[in-house]
């Protein structure tokens, strides 16, 4: 079986690679900027250059291919990737080249707990689009939406503690009792893994995430213990958040919050506990006691962080 994936090198696309080599598929990669696939040089993968709003190279990458892991979105919007642009008509891209080359067996699509049909919320709106051009495409396919994704490398847990790092007492937006339930990469990468030869999950939406559903001032409480740090939460109005994110982004190209990012706050982003369990017969690992790679996070680290820039040493891992 030939597998094409859609943002391979990623966080959780390099671990999808990875682990389909394992599971004995063979795997082609569309790779989007000519040097990445170098993660990949201990790996098998047959590599084709390209993004999701090329219809060539969409077209080319699909010939011959059995099955699809699409991952690629962007949960920050730029000056040439909105959510728009890569998450739904990204995915419409990939589903009709999916739809011209035929005899796909699988459609695996990852899209994200919350996704919704609300114009409020234009990033899990077009979350839910991409579904939407999925479900209707005709083709078998699975729908997975983890709830947040933890590992090294990850975005989220190393801005926090470059937070941890840095300060005394660590800000959190308003009450910090929102619902989390972080899922570890390696984890959800082999659920990917596991759905491609699952037929009785086709035609399925999962929603995914961890052993714990934890509220961000458990998150914060649980880097810190990870870190060796004993700090105070500070709990900041949303009002005033919001004014701080609209400065930030005036002033910075990449802030470490963002508008939309602030917006989702009030989103459930919670799974059916046992998920995990029930439907691939693994027990998920928890955060707490997987999350050592935060001790990489330096001062100097952090202060690149908080100034909207995460370290390559951090981000590639």
């Known amino acids: 079986m030939t597998v094409l994936v859609t943002g391979p090198t990623g966080f959780l696309?390099?671990?999808v690679v990875h682990k389909l080599v394992e599971h004995n598929y063979e795997v082609r990669c569309l790779v989007r900027s000519p040097g990445r696939e170098r993660i990949f040089d201990?790996?098998?993968?047959?590599?084709y250059y390209g993004d999701v709003s090329n219809a060539e190279a969409l077209a080319s990458a699909c010939?011959?291919?059995?099955?699809?892991?699409?991952?690629?979105?962007?949960?920050?919007?730029?000056?040439?990737?909105?959510?728009?642009?890569?998450?739904?008509?990204?995915?419409?891209?990939?589903?009709?080249?999916?739809?011209?080359?035929?005899?796909?067996?699988?459609?695996?699509?990852?899209?994200?707990?919350?996704?919704?049909?609300d114009p409020e919320l234009p990033y899990l709106k077009s979350k839910w689009q991409a579904e939407q051009s999925v479900i209707n495409s005709g083709l078998p396919y699975t729908i997975i939406r983890p709830s947040l994704i933890f590992g090294q490398?990850?975005?989220?847990?190393?801005?926090l503690a470059s937070l941890v790092r840095l300060f005394p007492m660590v800000p959190v937006i308003s009450g910090g009792r929102n619902r989390l339930q972080p899922v570890w990469v390696d984890d959800l990468a082999q659920c990917?893994?596991?759905?491609?030869?699952?037929?009785d999950l086709r035609g399925h939406t999962l929603e995914l995430g961890g052993p714990d559903q934890l509220s961000y001032n458990q998150i914060v409480d649980i880097i810190s213990r990870a870190m060796g740090k004993r700090r105070m939460k500070v709990h900041v109005p949303l009002w005033v958040m919001r004014m701080n994110v609209v400065l930030l982004q005036l002033v910075m190209?990449?802030?470490?919050?963002?508008?939309?990012?602030?917006?989702?706050?009030r989103v459930r982003n919670v799974a059916e506990l046992g998920m995990v369990e029930q439907t691939f017969g693994?027990?998920?690992?928890p955060m707490e006691g997987n999350i050592d790679f935060v001790n990489n996070v330096s001062f100097r680290d952090a202060l690149k962080i908080n100034m909207g820039n995460m370290p390559s040493h951090i981000r590639d891992h």
């Open 13 to 15: 696309g390099r671990r």
């Open 42 to 47: 201990q790996v098998a993968v047959d590599v």
């Open 63 to 117: 010939q011959g291919i059995d099955q699809i892991v699409h991952l690629v979105g962007v949960i920050r919007e730029g000056r040439n990737t909105t959510y728009d642009s890569v998450n739904r008509v990204g995915t419409e891209n990939v589903v009709a080249a999916a739809q011209a080359a035929g005899n796909l067996s699988q459609f695996v699509h990852i899209s994200a707990v919350g996704a919704v049909n």
């Open 153 to 159: 490398g990850d975005e989220f847990m190393n801005s």
């Open 192 to 199: 990917i893994a596991l759905s491609l030869s699952r037929h």
């Open 253 to 265: 190209s990449r802030p470490p919050i963002n508008s939309e990012m602030l917006k989702m706050l």
């Open 282 to 285: 693994f027990r998920p690992g």
